[in-house]
């Protein structure tokens, strides 16, 4: 007798419409391919020791060839480890702001919208203060006090970026607190500190978690930005940010491989987490399925 | 209405190559400059805005480029002479001089001037440490008494300090010079100054030189910090002189069309200093072993693209007190493990940190081929780029919390070997240049008695030196990188340029034509 699948994705569920998202899905592949990459980077190069920052002046400022795909930078490092090494930074930095952002902004706009009053006013000021700065900007002063490291960079992007995330969820418990269903709790005596946690927090985290997806591709940009300007990722080690910072110097002098191919990373995986994020949007709500 | 705007767009539209015709008229000559010009004070200015004084000021003497017959030349002054014991130095002035505000040059005048700088005592101002009293004998002769002998001519001729001002300026505080005024004797006047931006020089009608055809009437400088974009305005005409370009991209440059690069031998070096009061490169032997642990071939062949050559001491090699006989470490990773396993460390197992300038690639990469080599040995180098102000402040703030080893460029503020071995090497109570902190009282002695000496016996001078060098290179306070060259890069219908490494990166504007 044949066994039916344990694992199946039903038909009309959020995650069927996602996978029938063709530019999501592709997108999903892509990302999925550049994490293992990242994440695997030390088998699936024999270059790794370059990777992490040693230098072979033996092929200084190589060409592209087939012993070095994207050629290989000004201290002979081929530029195909130093890639895979920079996801690692790349990646996690656009990750870990927007998981950072969403883990300060979430409660902090929950606690602001079912409480209300006083307090929702006090930390709707306090998102208002941070949002009038341009988020670079906030950032890069932030770096800069900081002094210029990986870790800081990703604390000054994740301090600009949690407001969005508290308005966020301060709006949509607005509307969730007024549910019967919360009603029903409050009136047989659940504490408040459980209402948010089990009953709120549930319920808001669709759109949340679109937000997330769409903004890590954002982090990355920032973060590279940050790199690039020399207020990221540190010597000798590198990110797309520093490896597009260093190359550019060399481009009009003919050794264009350098900066084109991180560039072309950030660009390929800001785009493929905007249209996943996009996909997810759309799977996540009944009224834009109709559009697929 | 649109019409009328219509026609008068087209006229503008029309105007506009007409209005470049006008402005190519003046023969105008734009230097892209990668760094501020931060103090415009004459007396203090002690950075990169020696490229504008060297036009708008001149010196009593002028000290030759390397090749020349003699090593100087009048300026200011027309002849000199020196009292047998070197105590006494009689300047000759030249007649018939004014300054840009129409004030006379006299020897009150470069008295007040002088006086004005010691007084202030900033910046390059320790150069006149010999003086004891300057005297306008006559109109038109200077005096100038010493306490020690020194050679006062050579000091004049300085590229900082050295400046003589209008009396009017002297009485100016440097606030005034800083708001873009000025009153030297120079071919050229600042005419405008946006700090940070572009600063424009125009000729000097009354300059004593007199003018001819083809000469600059204008003069730009585009401070672009971007080396990208100042190798793009070469390329491309729209700067006609510009340097601190990536050493790699010179090669590839020297075959663009329209654009020459000129290499020639500095007067700059880069060391790496060593923190001599902090664990564990308070270590005289682990200092050794991180002398001996540095790839200076790789460095001087690959990062410097073969352009310059391996440090010997701090003295360089083009500069008299040169120790071309002292020891020069090369890399020898046994020997560094060697004595590291003496020094107490027989695997390594220290990290230390690295300072550079932040957008100095050349010294990041400096770290990053040192920290492979280090990590053979088993220690871990952490490399820090930062601000060049962030560097120095830490490296004043506590010595003992400081930076282990802090990438450092040198060039003479006047032509002397002291400058090195004084300017980084003398204690200090307070840190100011000396940020390897080394206090050693014999070397502090030889170089202060190679200092008054080098004014009356050149040859003892430069024995003395040498030797200082030799405790310096025993004691391996600093990592002796690179002599420098001068690399600037020109635009082909330029002519008469000639690089003076005495004035680093200065160019006279007054000798070139197109």
Known sequence: MKTRPRFRIESGSSAWFLLRDRAALISMAFLIFVALAAVFAPLLTPYANQGRGDPDLSAKFRAPSIEHPFGADGLGRDQVARLMFGARRSLSMGLIVVLAAMAIGTPIGMVAGYLGGWIDEAIMRVTDIFLAFPPLLLAIAIAAALGASYINAVTAIAATWWPWYARLARAQTLSVRERAYIEAARSIGVRDRVIIRRHILPNIMTPIIVQGTLDVGTAILVAAGLSFIGLGTQAPFADWGVMISDGRLFFLSGRWWMSTFPGLAIFLTAMAFNFLGDGVRVAADPRLRRLL | MKRFMFILLSIAILALPLMTTVAQDRNVFVYGHPVAFPNLDPSSGNSNENVVMGNVYETLTFYNAPGSAEILSPKLAVSWEASEDSLTWTFNLREGVTFHDGAALNAEAVKKALDRTITIGEGSAWIFGSIASIEAVDELVVQFNLSYAAPLDLILSAGYAAWIMSPNAADQDSAWFNDGNAAGTGPYMIASNEPGQRMILEANPDYWGGWSEGQFDTIVYEIVEDPIVLEQMIRSGDADFTYSLPFDNYGPLAGADGVSVVVTPSFQNLLILLNTVKEPTSSQLVRQALSYSFPYADVVSSLYAGLGTQARGPIPANMWG?????????????????????????????????????????????????????????????????????????????????????????????????????????????????????????????????????????????????????????????????????????????????????????????????
């Open chain 2, 322 to 514: 040169h120790g071309a006989e002292l020891m020069q470490f090369s890399q020898d990773l046994d020997k560094a493990r060697e004595l590291l396993a003496e020094a107490g460390y027989p695997d390594g197992g220290f990290d230390l940190v690295y300072t550079h300038v932040a957008a100095d690639l050349d010294e990041q990469q400096v770290g990053e081929l040192w920290r492979a080599s280090l990590a053979e040995i088993g220690v871990d180098l952490e490399i820090r780029g930062l601000a060049w102000q962030a560097q120095w402040d830490l490296a004043l703030n506590d010595p003992a919390n400081a930076q282990d080893a802090f990438g450092f460029y040198w060039w003479p503020d006047y032509i002397t070997p002291n400058s090195w071995l004084t300017g980084m090497f003398v204690s200090e109570d307070e840190p100011f240049f000396n940020l390897s902190y080394y206090g050693n009282p014999q070397f502090d002695a030889l170089v202060q008695a190679a200092a008054t000496t080098s004014g009356s016996d050149r040859a003892a001078a430069e024995a003395m030196y040498v030797d200082a060098q030799r405790l310096l290179l025993d004691d391996a306070a600093a990592i002796y990188v690179v002599d420098l060259p001068d690399i600037h890069v020109i635009r082909d219908d330029v002519s008469g340029y000639v690089n003076n490494p005495g004035y680093p990166h200065v160019v006279f504007f007054y000798d070139l034509s197109r």
